[in-house]
């Protein structure tokens, strides 16, 4: 063994700095949830590109010069050239306006289709969950049998009950039973955590019942409900595209990306490219939801925190 | 286990007569009347008796217990554009015809689903992955008749190789049947990818690790089946997407099957069409959902015993 | 006596987003045929990692075994061996049982084919003779009603029942070396004690070597013939039972001793809690990673890495206490007069 001076075998005891200096700084839950979904690229991507969406349907319609009704007989079926970026349709109209004009259909619909669905849905599975024996027994049954049939027929039925031809009813009648599905699982989310271990402490510490359902129930249901809105949102925009196509969904003057697609369908052989950009912007938009939505879940997991 | 399976059958028919009550009440409660447009054209005297030959000239209570009762008998009514034609036999006539396309698609479908995804999983963050993944997110995010017309322009006008459309010989079902598969692919593709990463992780795969098995063994005696399992209990809701994606595929391809039926009635606001078709889909999806979850509970050791105790 | 396993410098490393974690630095120890070796220390010191790294249980390319690491079975390089080479050593040569009963056993699949597995693996039995086996194993592991049992699924089974099963299939093929890691641990202390009587039993029987590895010295007592206690993947002293439990020279040890309950403890005060957390495995370490927990941490224990030394016969321990500039220290664990007992 080398020479060691003596003075350094002086015992010097604890250190109670350096002893948690060891581990890594502590993070906040939803900070740490948005750097990881920050270092996601995928994510990150998607996000921006839906601003990018966003911000283009609203002032989008206002760039090409032309109103989105405004028929120019001139051009009709007009290939995408200067004067009109994504050319025309069979009436002449502008289909860059168009666009734009129908994204803010659809892009409503969705959102607030699911919002809707997920206020329903939280209040309904909340309720369910908190009261339990024959209150949760009745209220899940009641869902089960709307769940029970599939949910575009229920759409339909309704979209015919309704004679609906505008965005209100048209949600009205997909979020009838919509939210069904985020009741039970914010319901079991919400049993689940009721169980939990950190619920039973706090209530065994005393905390008051209000500020366990606010401090940790609410917060905890939360972040899952949030991936789920993301899913939701291009469900809801592909049921009005799909709605449209079987002559279900907005009326004219009225249009949505899905109306659009399904009138061009007709003539796509010809004027591919009158499908192509509908088509293009509800795919877009549906893909940068369900990314998004990946990312959030990987980023709001608290299991997957490092 | 008997016991279960009466209650759930017990179960199945009130969720069974809710809808259709439901149904019929809604289709009541259309504003207007169903033979509205028909009628408007008629002389007085042949409209009431078209209204009787309907029974809407009776008081609604009647009226529902009428249609229970045919229900009953699996008597749906009559259409109201093709006189003389009963739904139930339309249902008979066209439904075949779907179910051969979807089930056809769905088998497939599922099949390569469940191949990619494990495929996927294996090979997680390695190049076979993303393929899948970019597969899986295509089909979950092309609407339906998009992916119709894509099909139909690239394999029909510019290849020719096969029809666009149309009904009577094998090579018709082949588009159709990938359009209508593609959804189901992108499903289980998904699905079983995150249930198979998950069983991975499971502490009795690194037992049957311990024990000397091969990797290949591993997978297919302990990996497999744990991660196929949940996967049935999705099965119900890509029968219902099938179901539901017919509406458009029929259409588009030309498909005498009952979703294209199902459209027509409705832009023909044919009422009772469109009301037995509803009942028909809504009591095939329950009888669907609940033969799926026997199927599960006769695979799932941990539920059929369960049940028995 | 027979030198059965020999690991040399096992350094184990996993791939995180954060950097690399390394949970094994550098364990060497031998072990002899029908020899009981524990693994003691707090959870995360590396000591699971080390046993998984003797079955090659640690999956690639999350985990990775460093290259200069070496594990000898008998005398095969167990690094070195082929696919079916290691599917030989697996449950043939070596046994493994897992924490958790609960979710150790495939729920799908009955007991009896889970032990008849290995049996028709390695020993090549045929479907009849394997089931024969297999109730033979239940009887041995002393499961009652072992013909009825043998088609139950796991669900079926009590925790201890469970663990029995996992102990009758790691032992299905008479391995020379059982590798438990943390037996114990999710049982009920009752059921604990059947288990490890059980596996003392067993050992005695089939002279099985063990790697006993778990956090509960209480649990290592009676049990194991030599103790290795490991900190921050880092084997920290090492001796036999007798020379760890009565003449501990590590401050880690003397830790670990007194935060064990006693019943005949003079001191009835609070029980000894070790201060402060494990260091990160992630950093680089080049001193003693004790030392910012340690309570006679010196100038040279942040400095320096101390070197392994032994205190007499098999008694080995890594402290600058032992080098003879360092002052005598009195333990917490000697203070208390535990040492009265030897």
Request: aromatic residues 10%; contains cysteine; positive net charge.
């Amino acid at each position: 063994m080398q020479n060691i001076p003596i003075e350094k075998f002086q015992i010097t005891g604890l250190n109670e700095n350096s002893m948690e200096a060891a581990s890594r700084p502590q993070v906040g839950y939803l900070r740490d949830a948005w750097m990881r979904l920050r270092k996601n690229k995928v994510a990150t991507a998607s996000l921006i590109l839906l601003f990018v969406i966003v911000l283009m349907v609203m002032i989008g319609p206002k760039l090409s010069g032309y109103a989105f009704e405004q028929i120019d007989k001139t051009a009709r079926n007009a290939a995408p050239c200067a004067k009109h970026w994504f050319g025309t349709d069979k009436l002449g109209r502008d289909i860059f306006a168009r666009v734009w004009i129908s994204g803010r259909v659809s892009l409503t619909i969705g959102v607030l289709g699911a919002l809707i669905c997920a206020v329903i849905g939280c209040i309904y599975g909340g309720i369910a969950a908190y009261f339990g024996g024959a209150v949760d027994t009745v209220m899940m049954r009641i869902v089960e049998i709307l769940i029970s049939v599939p949910y575009l027929i229920v759409v339909i039925v309704f979209s015919l009950v309704l004679q609906s031809k505008g965005i209100l009813t048209l949600i009205l009648a997909m979020t009838i039973t919509g939210w069904c599905t985020m009741a039970r699982f914010v319901r079991a989310q919400m049993l689940a955590i009721k169980n939990e271990e950190y619920i039973l402490a706090a209530q065994a510490l005393g905390v008051r019942p209000w500020k366990v359902i606010l401090r940790h129930m609410i917060p905890n249901t939360l972040s899952t409900v949030i991936v789920s809105i993301t899913f939701d949102i291009p469900g809801y925009i592909f049921s009005e595209a799909f709605l449209s196509y079987i002559g279900l969904g907005i009326q004219p003057p009225n249009t949505s990306w899905g109306v659009m697609a399904s009138s061009a369908q007709s003539v796509f052989t010809f004027y591919p490219y009158q499908l192509f950009f509908p088509a293009v912007m509800i795919a877009l938009t549906m893909l940068c939801f369900t990314l998004l939505g990946d990312g959030l879940r990987d980023a709001l997991d608290p299991k997957l925190r490092k | 286990m008997a016991k279960y399976v009466v209650k759930r059958i017990c179960y199945m028919l009130l969720t069974l007569f809710t809808v259709a009550s439901i149904t019929f009440f809604l289709m009541r409660s259309i504003p207007g009347d169903p033979l509205a447009s028909m009628a408007k054209t008629l002389p007085e005297q042949t409209k009431e008796n078209f209204y009787a030959k309907y029974g809407l000239d009776q008081p609604l209570y009647k009226q529902y217990f009428k249609y229970m009762e045919g229900l009953v008998h699996l008597d749906l009514g009559e259409s109201i554009l093709y006189a003389g034609r009963s739904v139930t036999s339309e249902i008979a006539r066209t439904s075949p015809v779907s179910g051969m396309v979807g089930g056809t698609a769905l088998i497939i479908g599922t099949f390569i689903g469940v191949c990619l995804g494990m495929v996927a999983a294996l090979k997680k963050n390695r190049w076979p992955d993303y393929v899948v993944m970019f597969i899986a997110i295509l089909g979950a995010t092309i609407p339906v008749f998009v992916l119709a017309s894509l099909m139909q322009y690239v394999f029909a006008v510019q290849l020719g190789w096969l029809p666009a459309s149309g009904w009577g010989k094998p090579v018709h079902m082949v588009l159709p049947v990938i359009v209508l598969g593609f959804g189901s692919v992108a499903t289980y593709a998904r699905y079983i990818k995150s249930s198979m990463l998950d069983t991975l992780g499971q502490d009795y795969v690194l037992t049957a690790r311990a024990k000397g098995l091969s990797e290949r063994a591993v997978i297919l005696k302990h990996v497999l089946r744990n991660s196929l399992l949940p996967a049935v209990t999705i099965f119900s809701s890509s029968i219902v997407g099938v179901f539901t994606g017919a509406f458009v595929t029929e259409k588009m391809f030309s498909i005498p099957g009952i979703g294209l039926y199902y459209v027509s009635s409705i832009n023909n606001n044919d009422y009772t069409m469109v009301m037995g078709t509803t009942v028909f889909y809504a009591a095939l999806f329950i009888i669907m959902q609940l033969v799926v979850d026997f199927v599960y509970m006769i695979l799932d050791p941990r539920i059929r015993i369960a049940s028995d105790r | 006596m027979e030198k059965i396993l020999e690991v040399n410098n096992l350094q184990v490393s996993f791939h995180t987003y954060a950097g690399d974690v390394k949970a094994v630095r550098g364990v060497s120890f031998e072990l002899e045929k029908g020899e009981t070796l524990a693994f003691v220390g707090e959870s995360g010191c590396g000591k699971t990692v080390t046993a998984k790294a003797i079955m090659r249980l640690l999956q690639p390319p999350f985990a990775e075994i460093k290259k200069e690491s070496k594990i000898m079975y008998q005398d095969k390089d167990v690094m070195k061996m082929s696919k079916k080479e290691l599917q030989a050593y697996r449950g043939n040569d070596v046994g493994m049982i897992f924490q958790d009963p609960m979710t150790s056993l495939n729920p799908t699949m009955t007991i009896g084919k889970q032990i008849m597995e290995s049996l028709m693996l390695h020993r090549k039995l045929d479907k009849k003779q394997a089931r024969e086996e297999a109730i033979e194993m239940l009887r041995v592991v002393k499961i009652s009603d072992a013909e009825k049992r043998v088609d139950d699924y796991p669900h079926q089974l009590s925790g201890g029942m469970r663990q029995r099963v996992m102990i009758a299939i790691a032992l299905s093929c008479n391995p020379a070396l059982l590798i438990a890691d943390e037996p114990t641990t999710a049982l009920d202390v009752t059921i604990q004690a059947q288990i490890m009587r059980l596996l003392g039993d067993l050992k005695k029987e089939r002279d099985t070597a063990i790697i006993l590895v778990t956090h509960d010295l209480g649990v290592v007592a009676n049990f194991a013939d030599r103790i290795q206690v490991m900190y921050a993947g880092q084997i920290i002293e090492r001796g036999t039972a007798k020379e760890i439990f009565y003449h501990a020279k590590h401050p880690y040890t003397w830790a670990l001793l007194a935060s064990v309950p006693k019943l005949d403890t003079e001191n009835k005060g609070e029980l000894y809690a070790l201060k402060g957390t494990p260091p990160d495995l992630i950093l680089e370490m080049n001193h003693c990673p004790f030392a910012d927990r340690c309570e006679y941490c010196m100038g040279i224990c942040r400095e320096t890495m101390p070197e392994e030394t032994l205190v007499d016969g098999t008694h080995r321990v890594s402290c600058w206490l032992q080098h003879p500039s360092a002052p005598r220290v009195q333990s917490y664990y000697e203070k208390c007069g535990v040492r009265e007992h030897e």
